[in-house]
């Protein structure tokens, strides 16, 4: 039997991976630039890269497919929210290397995937937000951002403009849950500058973050006062300050009351009872300790818990097969989502068995999907999928028709490549010639093989096939593959990249 085999290993998941081919570029126009499109600096590069880097063009500027776009937050979903913490602050970055002509073939996958996963935390936040109704003055939470199908450019825009609208409102919301902190005018008028400045450090640690600062958290500070020194109300003012301005943002009014009497009680002890003052603030400071600790366990909790049913929940991308059940993994995300408590022991492994299935389905689908599309790069020659989508047919045009290359992906991810042919009359198998046409056929079946490792390295997948030499299979080709074959339609990639690292 005349095949090849290799193993699969995915290397990088490539943006426009769809189970049916290429996915229609969205209004991106290459060579004239829109004239609407360059009122800004990112539009005008994506004007000059339009002209003069058509490479760059198929990984960063087409829109996400629907497989791609699955897999990548699936295999986030595996990692969870703390995979993130690093992206927040490199849109700017990337922008500024699309205007510079700088993305090259792997590094605008690897900006896909960051913006994928960027963007699948941004919807895990909003839908975390929108757990509490709205109060009033807050404004609205921004629309979840759908990736599919935005060209890059636009996605990193639209990221920027969600990610500051989703500031406003987590910050206008964290201003809300601490402004009855001890700032009761009604109760000590006298003293109501003095609330007011303590709690404007607060305000302005909140107006940082809107606008795009680091969100507030706890300042390491060392008391200047032991309890033998008398404290005065500004050290009181200063230390209290502090405490308020290192809230979390997902701080609640759990303990807003405790921490109010604490720092009312110490300025108060000023004048009455100097060595109490502190002792009510480190009271206060310990209060705001397990209070914030236990918010941001919550918060976390329930955005691992967004990321992961988003994940689950989303519908099987377009030309894939059934995803497997994941009802009971989102039972228990769901309550995680509720209560802001984690799951663990036996509802972890079934949220994380569900992942993981569904990430093996989705790569799969992918592998399928990446290498037929290196087989309709193989040239002159028509391809055809089989009924059950883990067999395709190529049929060279100068093999006539009565020959072709099956292309199987088993169940274990191995490829196989197969030189087969329609079955043969009595005369046919008496005919010497015949013998002689096989062997002609599985050489040059050798050197298709030996291209399509190299193509498919081109799609984020490494394959490399071992031909052996033998019979050709006979059966019956996919139905409708052309006799007389053609030449696809699909685009050609650039070269492949050299791929070192897995894609994690």
Known sequence: MSSAFAGTDLLTVMPDVSAYGYPPDPGLTLGTPDPTVLSDPVGEAVGQLADQVQDM?????????????????????????????????????????????????????????????????????ITVLALEPSGPGDPPPPAPVQPVGVPLDLLWKRLAETERALRRVE???????????????????????????????RRQSLIRYAEGGPAPEPEA???????????????????????????????????????????????????????????YLDEAALIAHKESERALLADRARQDAALRLGALQAAAPEGVDTLPDASEAVEVLQRALRTGVAPSGAAERTVRQALVSRSAALQRAYLVAALRRAT??????????RMDADHWDFAPAAWGGEYWLRVRLTSTGQARVFTMRRPLTPEEERDPATAARDAERCA???????????LTEAEGVRAEFAWSTGQ???????????????????????APPKYRDKDH
């Not at 605008?108 to 994928?116: F, I, K, L, Q, T």
């Not at 040059?444 to 190299?454: A, F, T």
């Not at 050709?472 to 650039?494: D, F, I, M, Q």
Request: overall charge positive; glycine content about 8%.
């Open 57 to 125: 063009i198929v990984p960063a500027l087409i829109g996400l497919a629907d497989l791609s776009g699955a897999l990548l937050v699936t295999r986030l979903a595996l990692r969870g929210t703390q995979a993130l913490a690093a992206f927040n602050n490199k849109v700017a970055a990337e922008q500024e290397a699309l205007s510079r002509r700088q993305m090259a073939l792997e590094t605008g996958s690897e900006c896909w995937r960051r913006a994928a996963e960027a963007a699948a935390g941004i919807n895990a936040r």
């Open 171 to 201: 910050a206008q919301r964290a201003a809300r849950a601490t402004a009855r902190l001890p700032f009761d005018h009604a109760r000590d008028p006298e003293h109501a500058d003095w609330y007011d400045r303590l709690r404007e450090r």
């Open 221 to 279: 500070t060392t008391p200047e006062h032991t309890e033998s020194t008398a404290l005065t109300e500004d050290d009181v003012l200063r230390e209290g300050a502090a405490l308020l301005a290192g809230l979390p943002l997902a701080f609640t009014s759990a303990g807003r009351d405790l921490i109010d009497d604490c720092l009312a009680e110490a300025r108060r002890a000023v004048g009455r009872r100097p060595t109490a003052v502190r002792r």
């Open 376 to 385: 309709e790069q193989w040239g002159e020659g028509s391809v055809q999928g």
């Open 444 to 454: 040059e079946s050798s050197g298709y093989v030996g291209e399509l490792g190299r």
């Open 472 to 494: 050709v299979r006979t059966g019956e080709p996919a139905p409708g593959l052309a006799r007389s074959g053609r030449k696809p339609s699909a685009r050609r990639r650039p």
